[in-house]
C-alpha cells in the first residue's frame, strides 16, 4: 500500500479541467518536491512535471501543479483524449530513505 | 541523445537469480543518481533500488537483502542482481536516471523501455 495517497481514477470530458491530488507525510512531501508521472498506455513513465509544478521541456502548459504542506495537486486543463492514461506521483521519504509513488490515478476522457 | 535500454529480463523459477543491465547513452551514469523501478501487471509503479553517484545504494523494503545494484562507470551501466527470487517479482522493470547537482531523489528525467520479469515455476 503507498504511502503516497492518489484517487484510483479520475475523468472529464475534452476540453474540460481535471484534477488529481497527492497526500503524503512529514517525511515525504512534507520535506521534499514532488513530482509527477505520465504513463499512457504501452509505454513507459514519463516525468510531466518536477518540483511541485515546473514543467520539463515538451510538456504543454495545460499541465499544471501545486505542493502545499504535506499534499499536491496535479491539474490538467483542456482535456484531451490523448491525455488517457496513467498519472503517479513521487516524492524522496526521507525516513525510508527512498522514493515513494502513489498508486496512480487513472484517468479518462468521457 | 539519452538513452536507456534495459536487459536481461526473462523467465525464471522462485529462488533462481537474474541481473538485469541498464545500458546508458548520451550521458555518464556515474555522474547521476540512477534508479529500478517496477511495475506488476496491471499495477502501479514501484520503487526498486537507487544508486547515487558516490556509489551509496538505497533499496525498497521487499527488495532488501535480495536485490543488489551495481554500477560499471567503464560499461556506462547500471546492473540489477536479482536473487531469490519470488513470484510477486513477477514485473516490468524500468531503469531511469536522475538530474545532475543532487545526491538522490524522485525525479527521473528519462526512462527505458523496461524488461519483464516473470518467476514461475
Known amino acids: 500500500q503507498s504511502v503516497l495517497t492518489q484517487p484510483p481514477s479520475a475523468s472529464g470530458a475534452p476540453g474540460q479541467t481535471v484534477t488529481i491530488s497527492c497526500s503524503g507525510g512529514a517525511s515525504n512531501i512534507g520535506d521534499n518536491p514532488v513530482n509527477w508521472y505520465q504513463q499512457l498506455p504501452g509505454s513507459a513513465p514519463k516525468l510531466l512535471l518536477y518540483?511541485?509544478?515546473q514543467r520539463p521541456s515538451g510538456v504543454p502548459a495545460r499541465f499544471s501543479g501545486s505542493q502545499s504542506a504535506t499534499s499536491a495537486s496535479l491539474a490538467i486543463s483542456g482535456l484531451q483524449s490523448d491525455d488517457e492514461g496513467d498519472y503517479y506521483c513521487?516524492?524522496?521519504?526521507?525516513?525510508?530513505?527512498?522514493?515513494?509513488f502513489g498508486g496512480g490515478t487513472k484517468l479518462t476522457v468521457l | 541523445e539519452v538513452q536507456l535500454v534495459e536487459s536481461g529480463g526473462g523467465v525464471v523459477q522462485p529462488g533462481g537469480s537474474l541481473r538485469l543491465s541498464c545500458a546508458v547513452s548520451g550521458f555518464s551514469a556515474s555522474t547521476l543518481y540512477m534508479t529500478w523501478v517496477r511495475q506488476a501487471p496491471g499495477k502501479g509503479l514501484e520503487w526498486v533500488s537507487l544508486i547515487e553517484r558516490d556509489m551509496t545504494l538505497h533499496y525498497a523494503d521487499s527488495v532488501k537483502g535480495r536485490f543488489i545494484i551495481s554500477r560499471d562507470s567503464s560499461r556506462n551501466t547500471v546492473y540489477l542482481q536479482m536473487n531469490s527470487l519470488r513470484a510477486e517479482d513477477t514485473a516490468v522493470y524500468y531503469c531511469a536516471r536522475g538530474i545532475p547537482g543532487y545526491a538522490s531523489g524522485s525525479r527521473f528525467d528519462d526512462w527505458g523501455q523496461g524488461t519483464l520479469v516473470t518467476v514461475s515455476a
Open positions: 513521487a516524492a524522496w521519504d526521507d525516513t525510508l530513505s527512498g522514493v515513494l
Open positions: 518540483g511541485g509544478g
